[in-house]
C-alpha cells in the first residue's frame, strides 16, 4: 500500500521560510519521479516542482522559481520542498505526489499525499 505523508506546513509571516517533507512507503522510491502540487479555495490544483529519480533534474513552475527548491533522499524515502521568501499567494494546501514519468499534470500523477497547510500572512 504506497503512502505518501507530508509534514512541515504552518503559519509563516510574508518572507519567511518554511520547509515541507514527504515521506513515502509502500513503493520503491527511487524509480518514481516525485511532485509537489498546491491548491489554494476556488482554485485548480497546480504545478509547483518535481524532480526525477535520481535528483538530477528538476523543473519548477515559473511563479515559484528563484524561491523554492526541491530535493530528495532516497536513502530515507523523502523528498523536500524548501520554500523561501515566501508571499500571501503561495497560501495554499501542498501536495506531493508521485509517478513514474516526469509530467506537471495533475492527471500525469498515480500516488498523492493528504496535503500539508501552508499560510503566508502579510
Known amino acids: 500500500q504506497v503512502q505518501l505523508v507530508e509534514s512541515g506546513g504552518g503559519l509563516v509571516q510574508a518572507g519567511g521560510s518554511l520547509r515541507l517533507s514527504c515521506a513515502a512507503s509502500?513503493?520503491?522510491?527511487?524509480?518514481?519521479?516525485m511532485g509537489w502540487f498546491r491548491q489554494s479555495p476556488g482554485k485548480e490544483r497546480e504545478f509547483v516542482a518535481a524532480?526525477?529519480?535520481?535528483?538530477?533534474?528538476?523543473y519548477y513552475a515559473d511563479s515559484v522559481k528563484g524561491r523554492f527548491t526541491i530535493s530528495r533522499d532516497n536513502a530515507r524515502n523523502t523528498v523536500y520542498l524548501q520554500m523561501n521568501s515566501l508571499k500571501p499567494e503561495d497560501t495554499a494546501v501542498y501536495y506531493c505526489a508521485a509517478d513514474r514519468r516526469v509530467g506537471i499534470r495533475v492527471i500525469e500523477y498515480d500516488w498523492w499525499g493528504q496535503g500539508t497547510q501552508v499560510t503566508v500572512s502579510s
Open positions: 524532480i526525477t529519480w535520481s535528483g538530477d533534474s528538476t
Open positions: 509502500g513503493l520503491t522510491f527511487s524509480r518514481y519521479v
